[in-house]
DNA sequence: TATTTATGTCAGCCATGTTGACATATTTTG
DNA sequence: CAAAATATGTCAACATGGCTGACATAAATA
């Protein structure tokens, strides 16, 4: 199929990476000049980070819907169903689905609250650990691959600038649930 | 059931954007401990990153579909359907869907190639333009918003984060792209 | 006791991805 | 030139994972 820039040698410019930006020309009656390169940039970036752990999760007939409810099971264990909905952004019975399959194959289970019996608390099994792991791991082969190439302040770089990215409403949640998962684990 | 982090330490600090990291123990007989901070950040910025501009597409009844192919035609007019096709990852029916609805909505217009007349190359009408521009201001606020909130070095360091997240064969392919989009432009 | 909350479930719709088969025009190749 | 390869489009069927609306149940709370 055709290569999609067979385009001879592409002027000079070996493109690298401080030269990405293009042109700053703003369009000259609107607002301001759209910052192609990072739009671009995330673009790919993203899509090549999940799609890593896609084909691994095909072989288990599971989607990226399994692979963000296994995620956060795994990483905050205990959760209720509505931090779920609320992390995900779904509606429950979207989340439904996906959550009864990984419940019945065994990968999550969910045990009554304590203090609240209405409450499903999400824990992940040894195998919906496993596979989590799995799967985390090879997305932090890529982001150390990266880092790798990058000089040492870069996770450092990366984490505030992904964290700044973030609604300004959510942000303080998320960096909570962020820094509160190991803390909590399975008892 | 191995603790994959059993980090304890954490400091009880006020999760300040230096400190999110989460333990660094790695699981004893498994690979590397994942690195959870960034996998997790990158989800939530990318979530937000694209719920900007989905709001808007909703009044037009367009989704993310429509988003990226109008995008890549705006920002490499004259590209040939197979390019968008390798850009996007996707099957021809499911661009074909989408381009076609581009198309008859006046977003998108198709002319024969120049050389090769089997070609159909794609190109935004002005309407096309002025939507694709809206949303790209959209995702550009976040950025900008970002950078001001992180030191004058923000931007290139982004730039370099994203593109060593790019998988490896595509990478130099995708600096072409972005650094060729806007020496083409419109004619 | 009455209401609210947390969760689940049935039923159906929509957007967007997939595969497979096939059609058409055009370019390239033997 | 004839045959093959290429660029694109289209029909049909299906899968995934969103959505809404309606309704059910158990438990907590007012």
């Known amino acids: 199929m055709a290569d999609i820039n067979s385009s001879a040698k592409d002027s000079g410019g070996k493109a690298g990476p401080a030269d990405v930006a293009g042109g700053d020309a703003a369009a000259p009656g609107s607002g301001k000049a759209p ?30 819907a399994h692979h963000r409810v296994l995620h956060f ?32 194959q065994g990968y999550v289970l969910q045990k009554e609250g304590d203090h609240d019996r209405r409450q499903r608390l999400l824990y992940v099994t040894a195998k919906g650990e496993a596979l989590s792991l799995k799967l ?26 992904l964290t700044a990215m973030i609604d300004n409403d959510n942000r303080e949640e998320v960096l909570r649930l962020i820094s509160r998962a190991e803390r909590v684990k399975r008892s």
């Open 35 to 64: 910052i192609w390169d990072i739009i671009e940039l995330l673009f790919f970036a993203y899509r090549d980070f999940v799609g890593d752990p896609d084909e691994v999760l095909a072989k288990f007939a599971f989607g990226r």
């Open 136 to 161: 985390a791991q090879l997305q932090t082969e890529r982001i150390e691959r990266a880092f790798g190439e990058l000089g040492p302040g870069a996770h450092d770089a990366a984490r505030r600038f």
């Open 73 to 104: 099971v795994n990483r905050h264990p205990g959760m209720k169903v509505a931090d779920l909905l609320d992390i995900l952004n779904i509606t429950k019975q979207s989340l439904g689905r996906v959550l009864k399959q990984l419940v019945d």
